[in-house]
């Protein structure tokens, strides 16, 4: 078998082969081929143009796509039949969520984008500027779900992970509700059940989780993510067994007994750049939250890595 950092870029040869359906709608590459013809280089210009000033907002940009993705899926439409590789970006692609519910903003604070774990996403402005940008050239015609995962795409890219095509002709929802946010996006202290769970509800796999998973190769986390495993894992002032003492050690030093608030480096050393190095450090049990160390605890799981 394919070890799952080879899985991670063996990039969507399997996603043309299919005509997604997202949100009742085809998808296809190249959509707006006929009625907006530049978008693409535009919007690759914007993020080129953003990530060489500001490197760390590709992380919440590729993270802001996955969270919208993951709460409004429509169950009955989604099919996996995918034999031999998978890769992180065609399960974003089929999982049809991706509607541009995580972007709507509601006057009394109620929106997915106010929900606690949308709280740290950061980013927003460019989207905005991109779909800006696409307003000037072709008014009307493009979603903002799908300036959002060109975006993901393009600052992928940009942070040296690799180039996939993008199905388009996403439409927009309408609706935003917080507490599905809230409930259907997974806690950083999932268990493998929990997580296997909560992908398998959405029509993914185990290896689904895996290789998505390889998502936190690139930015950081606040210590309230995983503060507890340092300080008080069980209620006992304990420190959770399954991290690596030494690593436990330098997270202490970033992580005092009561800061939630400093960051710290998701995959240390190369949190900027998009590679595998993520799955050599879950496998050394350096994986930052719960949901990633949970990967080893399960037979299916921890043969990926
Ligand atoms: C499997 C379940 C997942 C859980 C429980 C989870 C949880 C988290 C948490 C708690 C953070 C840190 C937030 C903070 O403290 O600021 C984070 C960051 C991040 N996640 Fe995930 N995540 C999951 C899956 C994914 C997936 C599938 C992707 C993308 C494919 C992804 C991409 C990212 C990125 C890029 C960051 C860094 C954001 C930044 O630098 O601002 N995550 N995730």
Redesign the pocket.
Known sequence: MASISTLFFQLITLAFAFNIVANGQSLKVGYYQETCPDLEPLVKEIVDQVISISP?L??????M???DC?VRVRYQNLCFHVTGSVS?IF??IYMQGCDGSVLLESPAKKSEKDAD?NL???GFEIIDQAKAAAEKVCPGVVSCADILALVARDVTVAVKGPFWEVETGRRDGRASIKSEALHK??????NIST?KK??KKRGLSVKD?VV???????????????HYRLYNFTGRLDTDPSLDSKYVKKLKMKCKPRDQNS?VE?DPGS?ETFDESYFRLVAKRRG??K??AALLDDIETKAYL
């Not at 996006?185 to 999932?190: G, H, I, N, Y």
């Open positions: 760390t590709a992380p919440p940009l590729l993270r796509h996955f969270h993951f992180i399960l974003l774990p740290s996403l950061r996006l997974l806690a950083p202290f999932s997580l909560g992908f989780l998505l998973s390889g998502g936190h190769t690139i930015g950081i986390s606040h210590c309230s993510s995983f960051i998701m949190f930052l939250f949901s990633d």
